[in-house]
Every structure is written in C-alpha cells, then in structure tokens.
C-alpha cells in the first residue's frame, strides 16, 4: 500500500505557515533511495518568527495563558496530544518507518512510547501544582521561606534522526509540562512525524505559539535559533561536534543548555553467562534500530575464556536477522537513514580493515538488496584499543570485539573512552554486577540487558557524552528555574541601624 506524505509547512504561532524564502528539502526513503516528498526549509527570517511566537505565548495575558497556569490545566493538552498520538499510531508509525528507515515495528513501538511519554508528563505537570511554595527549613524564626519552581522561558529543542518522533517528545512534553514555550527542530533528515505533531497540537487546540516546529538545514535554521538572544535554552541531542559548537553559541549570552551526544558504549560479557541470552542482548544492544544508536553498546569486552565460542554463536544469531525494507514483516534491520550515513558507515569498516582488524561477520551491502542504504549487521574482531573503530562513534550496525582476561582489566578497557553515555555488564553473579556498575564511568549502565528506556528513569551521560538528565523527574527540571522567596515575619525592627530620633 502506497504511503502519502502529507504536505506541510513549518508550524508557527499555531498554523501552517510557509517558509519565508520559500525552499524545501527532498524527503528520500531510505530503503529505495526514491524522492517521495519534501518539507519546509526555515532559515533565519523565520527563526524570527517563530521565537517571537513563542515569546509572546510565553507572556500572553501575564502568562495566564500558558507558562504561569496550573499545571493541571496544561496537562490537560498533554494528555489530548498522548490520545492523538494514539489514534493515529498506525499512521505515524509508516510515516516513521518510511522517513527514518526502522522497522515498522520498531517505529510502532516508539509511538506507544511518544504517547506514554506524554502522559507521564502530564502527571508530572499536575504534581508541580503541589510541590509550589515548598518551605524552606531556616535556623532564624524571625523569617520564613519557600521555593517557587518556574518555567525558564523560551526554549530551542533541536532533535536528531534516529527516533525523530521520540527524542523530540522527551524534550517538548516536559518544557510543555513546566511551562515554557518551545521551538522544535528537528533533523533535515527526517522530520515528517515532527511536523504531525504541529498538525495533532493544532487539531487538539494548544494555545499560538506554545509548540512552533521549525524544519530545515542546521547551518540554516538550527544554529540562528541556538544563537537567537530571546531564547532562554538550548536542548540539544545530536553529535558531540555540533554540542560544542552550541555551547560556544550559547556561551556569549551565558544561556544554559543540556546536551546529550555521542557515545562508544562498551558490554562486557563474562564466563558465566547463558551465551544465547547473552548474544541476543550483545545484539540488540548494538544493532537495534539499524544501529543508530547514541548509546549501542558497539564495543564487546568478552572474557577470553569463552570468546570463541561466544563469537561462534554470535555469529549464528546475527544470520537470522532478517535485512529487508522496512515494511517487511519480520524486519529486523532496515537501511541507514541516508547515502552519507551508509558511505560513512563502509569507510569505518575499510579502515579497521586497513588498520589490521578482522571481518568476522557481515561489513557489506547485503547480497540480496540492489537498492536502498542498506549495511550488513558487521562484527569486527583483532581490534586494538588505538583503532578508529575502537575509540569513535560509528552510528552504523557495528559491533567491535577485544577479549580480557580479569574483571579489572575489563573495567579499564569499557572506561578507556572519551565518551560516557552508556555501558552493559552480563553475568550470572550479582555481586560482580554491582561492582561492575559502580565501576563504570557513565550515565547509564544496563545489567543482563542493553537499551531498555523508560520515560520514568534519567537518561544522560558524563564526559563528551553531555550533561544534564532527560526524562523522568529529572528532565522536567530541566525546564525549571528555582525562585527563593524569603518574608520577614516580626513585628519587631531588624534593628542593624540606629533609628533617627523621634520629634
């Protein structure tokens, strides 16, 4: 059945609004390299506007309108939006499917989480209600204090490809919960359910300007709005290079920002694990959502007393995955997201090839696939710790094996990275896996798993991998100044100065 994309706009002050200058950008699907749409093109004329949208939404009637209602009252949208989302899964899962290249069931799963995301944020909306003027303990009984928890106020949410949907939810529903305004951009390469989230706003009545979605180039219209001075925030997932040159934006006005970026996540496997549980985790871990993960456990640290026959059977599953167009029923990997990303992909795997590592498995085009940009689910062994393919972030089905031979040399071979987004530990002994946990240098560390994530727990990481928590309490914080607010309560003087004499 033929997929339509619906031909939209950018979403500003809360409708469908051409780009200033009038461009748009193809929409290619990935799995047979065909045009089959285009989007909006913004560029700095329309940052403009949308900012000054979202500034003036943020205001509006003193803010009653939005950033200082309760907080029940903007869940209520929150929980429209999650319905919506819902009612329209089906749709926006091809949609997703089409534009990104996973699965389909992969993109089905995502919009189950967009709804839930929505929803969780909606009760958190409705909790800040009770949590204002929280009370401060204070040593003098002459005064009292308390907390105010505000929205910061115009925030920039820039998203990447890779979940396009999801990752922008983890963003706009709890700015939406704490009350600010936002401008979201998502990635050129891949922004189609982005923009059916402004549709959904629309259809469910969110205040002008709330919600503005901006598509477009970065050069274009990411970095004129992380620059713009009348926005209070920066939220950025994407790559470390990009955080960087973001940071160094946001600097000059001393704006804040919170910045989740690359990743080298390393599993360590141990001898006493059941090794099919352990290779199908392995591979998930690394392959799930065509391996375009910024958290994939893509470095395996296998003890060496198992690794052959562990890289045996590893092997033996990562056959049964089946490789095919997205739509597929069983599709297990689909293509990369774009030609760049699959040529990208194939000079890793050169150069770990040039460098003296070895192909066990997969590193090509799949036989059976003329078209699309489609990579083999890839398992390189003879690695070195010095290789590119050991140290940075491929973003691609790659997975890099070393052995090792001590539960320390292990630890400082997963911590011998730049990154600290992620890190797995699989073993049968608990105690191990406590150890292992409290070792890792990282934000996230899974035990006898890879990748699970619930809205309701943080998710960030440390080092080049970013700062600041999204999801759960956490990401909600993050949309949130902290007012103290202190009376002095006696009715007798402060007595500091000596009163002038009295006529």
């Not at 998203?159 to 951009?185: D, E, F, M, Q, S």
Request: charged share 25%; hydrophobic share 40%.
């Amino acid at each position: 059945m033929a997929i339509h994309l619906p031909n939209r706009q950018l979403f500003i002050d809360g409708e469908w609004r051409e780009t200033v200058l009038k461009k748009r950008i193809p929409v290619i699907n990935p799995a047979t390299e065909q045009i089959i749409g285009d989007i909006p093109a913004a560029t700095a004329e329309d940052v403009e506007i949308a900012v000054e949208a979202a500034k003036n939404a943020f205001s509006r009637n003193k803010g009653k309108d939005w950033s200082s209602a309760s907080g029940a009252y903007r869940a209520k949208y929150l929980r429209a939006i999650a319905a919506k989302i819902t009612e329209r899964k089906s749709e926006l899962g091809r949609l997703e499917a089409i534009d990104s290249g996973k699965p389909l069931e992969e993109a089905l799963w995502d919009m189950d989480d967009v709804a839930g995301c929505f929803e969780y944020y909606a009760d958190l909306a409705e909790g800040l209600d009770t949590k204002q003027k929280a009370p401060v303990s204070l040593p003098m009984e002459t005064f009292k204090s308390f907390v105010l928890k505000e929205p910061l106020g115009v925030v920039a949410l820039i998203t990447p490809w890779n979940y396009p949907l999801l990752l922008a939810t983890w963003k706009v529903a709890p700015a939406l919960a704490a009350g600010c305004t936002a401008i979201l951009k998502p990635s050129e390469l891949a922004s189609v359910t982005c923009l059916e989230l402004g549709e959904v706003c629309r259809e469910v009545g969110l205040p002008p300007g709330v919600l503005n979605i901006l598509t477009g180039l970065g050069t274009e219209a990411g970095a004129p709005l992380a620059s713009h001075p009348h926005v209070d925030k920066v939220a950025f997932t994407g790559s470390t290079a990009t955080g960087s040159r973001i940071m160094a934006s946001a600097a000059q006005m001393v704006k804040p920002v919170s910045m989740e970026l690359g990743g080298k996540s390393p599993i360590i496997v141990f001898e006493d694990v059941d090794l099919d549980k352990a290779a199908e985790w392995t591979l998930f871990g690394c392959f799930w959502t065509n391996g375009q993960i910024c958290s994939a456990t893509s470095r395996l640290l296998v003890h060496e007393s198992i690794a052959s026959e562990f890289l045996d059977r590893l092997v033996k599953w990562t056959k049964k995955i089946k490789i095919s167009d997205p739509f597929e029923e069983g599709c297990r990997l689909g293509p990369l997201v774009s030609g760049d990303q699959y040529d990208k992909i194939l000079k890793f795997i050169a150069a770990a090839k040039s460098e003296g590592a070895t192909i066990l498995s997969g590193g090509d085009r799949p036989k059976h696939l003329n078209k699309g940009f489609f990579v083999e689910p890839t398992i390189i062994i003879d690695v070195t710790t010095s290789m590119q393919i050991w140290r940075e972030e491929v973003f691609g089905p790659v997975l890099c094996v070393k052995t090792f031979s001590t539960e320390d040399e292990a630890i400082d071979l997963a911590n011998d990275t730049h990154y600290g987004l992620g890190a797995a530990v699989i073993s049968n002994d608990p105690e191990r896996c406590d150890r292992v946990a409290k070792a890792f240098r990282s934000g996230i560390v899974w035990i006898n798993c890879s990748q699970p994530c619930f809205c309701q727990a943080p998710w960030g990481g440390i080092k080049r991998s970013g700062f600041g928590r999204e999801l759960g309490e956490w990401g909600l914080e993050n949309y949130l100044s902290v007012k103290q607010v202190t009376q002095y309560i006696s009715e007798e003087p402060w007595g500091w100065y000596q009163a002038p004499s009295k006529l």
